[in-house]
C-alpha cells in the first residue's frame, strides 16, 4: 500500500468517525438516519452548516426532537413539511438545503435551493434549522 492510499484510508476513517457520533452508526445501519446540509450559494465555504440527524432518541440537530416529529407526521415527505400559509418577504438571498439517508427504512434524497431563509423554514420547517 503506498502512501497516498493509505492517507485516504486513514482519511475516509477518520471522515466516518466525525460523520458518525458514538452510537450513530447503529441507527444508522437501522435505517434511521439523514444528513442534512444547508449553504448559501456565493459565500466562501464559511457559511454552510451540517448535521446528521437521529430519532430515537432524537440528536445530532439543534431542533431535533420538533425537526423528528415533524418528519414523523410528514411521513419523511418534504412535501408535507413546513406551513405553506407563511408569509416571506421577495428578498433574493438563497439557501441551498440537501437531506439524503434513510428514513423508515426509505432512501430519501432532496435537496433545492430556496429564494430565502424564509422560504426554507417555511417550506422545511425544523428540518433544516441547524443554526443553534
Known amino acids: 500500500m503506498n502512501r497516498l492510499t493509505r492517507t485516504a484510508a486513514l482519511a475516509a476513517a477518520l471522515m466516518a468517525t466525525c460523520l458518525f457520533a458514538p452510537g ?3 441507527h444508522a445501519a437501522s435505517g434511521d438516519w439523514l ?3 444547508v449553504t448559501r450559494p456565493g459565500t466562501t465555504g464559511g457559511d454552510t452548516r451540517t448535521a446528521l440527524l437521529l430519532c430515537d432518541p432524537p440528536q445530532g440537530h439543534p ?7 415533524e418528519l414523523t407526521a410528514a411521513e ?3 412535501s408535507r413539511l413546513g406551513d405553506k400559509d407563511t408569509l416571506c418577504p421577495l428578498i433574493y438571498a438563497p439557501v441551498h438545503a440537501r437531506a439524503h439517508g434513510r428514513w423508515h427504512g426509505r432512501r430519501i434524497d432532496h435537496e433545492r435551493t430556496y429564494g430565502n431563509a424564509c422560504e426554507l423554514h417555511a417550506e422545511t420547517g425544523s428540518v433544516f434549522a441547524l443554526e443553534g
Request: hydrophobic fraction near 50%; charge should be neutral; proline fraction near 0%.
Open 63 to 69: 431542533k431535533a426532537a420538533q425537526a423528528c416529529a
Open 76 to 78: 419523511g415527505d418534504f
Open 24 to 26: 450513530a452508526t447503529a
Open 35 to 37: 444528513s442534512l446540509t
